[in-house]
């Protein structure tokens, strides 16, 4: 059971490059979530999702897509890369906000530098 | 606008003594509160959570306080431990939405 995983750890871009973070979990999780940790503004939403196929926005969804096409994925595009979107980005999964699983479990992360 | 606020970016304790953290939210339709810990190079770990019913949580050395009035919460430590030295993170959710404070950053001194 690898919990949740991302890739790739570390990334550099230059601006108006385009790129996909990945996101999978295998705890058959039906929530999952994207949010960017930058200093002295803890962790911010940027897109969740209830279920596959199904997505919205959260707190800071400007610049990034994504897509729920199966349980177990959900990988974040920057779709043209700005210096303001260096951060570090964080994929967390929990079974069910309905059912009271607000716990959520966090992947390691990813830290993107946008030059 | 940040509607989870931790004033207190660092506290210092000395091991075997209490941890209190803080954390004050705007929200008044916030339904559940967590703390997270996370250490460096890594994702955040969660700790311990409360419901917008309850007013306490205990989980071992840890327990959580929620004053819907002063719409406040506290984390207590007891007894603090090196291994508590970490950024502790408060939120609280309303809907699928988890909204988080900016953390603060624990040192447990020997």
């Not at chain 1, 059971?1 to 790739?8: C, I, K, L, Y």
């Not at chain 1, 929530?31 to 279920?51: A, C, F």
């Amino acid at each position: 059971n690898a919990g949740v995983t991302q890739t790739p750890k570390f990334q550099v871009l230059k601006t108006g490059q385009s790129m996909t973070l990945q996101c999978a979990q295998d705890m058959n999780h039906e929530y999952m979530s994207w949010y960017r940790q930058d200093p002295g503004m803890g962790l911010r939403l940027i897109h969740y999702s209830v279920g596959a196929g199904i997505t919205d926005q959260g707190e800071v969804p400007n610049g990034y897509n994504v897509s729920r096409s199966t349980t177990e994925d959900f990988p974040l595009r920057l779709l043209s890369a700005a210096p303001s979107q260096t951060s570090v980005y964080f994929c967390a999964s929990s079974y069910s906000f309905i059912a009271g699983g607000y716990e959520q479990y966090f992947g390691p992360g990813t830290r993107l530098t946008v030059t | 606008d940040q509607q989870v606020k931790q004033n207190s970016p660092s506290l210092s304790v000395q091991e075997g003594r209490i941890s209190i953290l803080n954390c004050d939210y705007t929200n008044s339709m916030f339904d559940y509160f967590l703390w997270y810990k996370k250490y460096p190079a890594e994702g955040p770990t969660f700790l311990i959570s409360i419901s917008s019913i309850k007013d306490k949580n205990e989980d071992g050395r840890f327990t959580v306080f929620l004053n819907k009035s002063a719409k406040h919460l506290s984390l207590h430590i007891v007894p603090s431990q090196p291994g508590d030295s970490a950024v502790y993170f408060c939120a609280a959710s309303v809907g699928y939405k988890l909204s988080f404070g900016a953390g603060t950053t624990v040192t447990v001194r020997a």
